[in-house]
């Protein structure tokens, strides 16, 4: 583990190779699970200011648990994450053309409809953050589903960092960043990674 900032970045985040391969996956992390996404306190809003915008991307099951349950719930700990339909499938989940599951948040900030990109921890993702009172521990999550993107990620030598350099930035600001990638060119030297 690496202390940037006031984060502490563990060395899978730094040296394990990762980048998303839709063509094979299909999308299938915004469907499988047994809760939804997590939700950061300053995004509930967002996602509720959302809805509106993306409401005829969604999927009539879709609507019919926001409707009920609203966007956002609580899982098995007492995290506030996103709702699902039918134990799994995160309610802003819409079916593309060509079969891959995608965030109708995502579409619609691509199109310029909403300056909210999605719930950080989306974009995050293989990364996980854990607030402290005195840190965020930034570290990498493993999940079977994303086996290609480990290997896609292995083969073009991305790590998961460079990977995520958008949301990192995002979360961190660019300054952070900047400070994360001396750091990691320092270790390199230094024939840690």
Known sequence: ???????????????????????????????????????????????????????????????????????????????????????????????????????????????GRTDFYKPISCHLYPIRLTETDEFTLVNYHRWSICHCACKLGKKLKVPVYKFLKEPLIRRFGQEWYDELEMTVEELKKQNYI
């Not at 899978?12 to 992390?29: A, H, M, N, Q, Y």
């Not at 999927?59 to 648990?65: F, G, Q």
């Not at 995290?79 to 995160?90: A, K, L, Y």
């Open 1 to 111: 583990m690496i202390e940037v900032g006031k984060a502490i970045v563990s060395f899978d985040v730094l040296s394990r190779e990762f980048v998303c391969d839709l063509d094979t996956c299909k999308g299938c992390c915004c469907i499988e699970g047994d809760a939804g996404a997590p939700v950061a306190p300053n995004e509930i809003e967002k996602l509720k200011a959302v809805v509106p915008i993306v409401w005829d991307d969604l999927e009539p099951e879709a609507k019919a648990v926001i409707e009920k349950e609203g966007v956002v719930c609580k899982d098995p700990d007492g995290d506030d994450v996103t709702t699902i339909v039918n134990g799994r499938e995160c309610v802003f989940t819409y079916t593309a053309p060509d079969g891959t599951c995608m965030c109708a948040i995502e579409k619609a900030y691509r199109e």
